[in-house]
Nanobody, 115 residues
Framework: QVQLVESGGGLVQAGGSLRLSCAAS????????MGWYRQAPGKQRDLVAT???????NYADSVKGRFTISRDNAKNTVYLQMNSLKPEDTGVYYC?????????WGQGTQVTVSS
């Protein structure tokens, strides 16, 4: 079992920045990748960014050049640095981890970008 706890969400004006954190605990060995997903009101949950165990990253086109995913292995934590935020970035941000074919999700953290 893997437990994920997100933090760092909040209210920010357009053009501002936030950094989200996702702390993993429990049986964290062999986690293949971790990622951030976003769900806006009334919409499906979409990929924002992922980072694989080998260090490679992947981003949604809408956030390329503005968001950066990174990890601190010593702290078992993955970060999402979000710059130049736009109102359309508003939503609940969820952390996901995949381990041996199983998916784990955090409880989500709200990000609201005002225009």
């Amino acid at each position: 079992q893997v437990q994920l706890v997100e933090s760092g969400g909040g209210l920010v004006q357009a053009g501002g920045s936030l950094r989200l954190s996702c702390a993993a605990s429990g049986s964290i060995f062999s986690i293949n990748f971790m990622g951030w997903y976003r769900q806006a009101p009334g919409k499906q949950r979409d990929l924002v960014a992922t980072i694989y165990s080998g260090g490679s990253t992947n981003y949604a086109d809408s956030v390329k050049g503005r968001f950066t995913i990174s990890r601190d292995n010593a702290k078992n934590t993955v970060y999402l640095q979000m710059n130049s935020l736009k109102p359309e970035d508003t939503g609940v941000y969820y952390c996901r981890a995949r381990q041996m074919g199983l998916d784990y999700w955090g409880q989500g953290t709200q990000v609201t970008v005002s225009s």
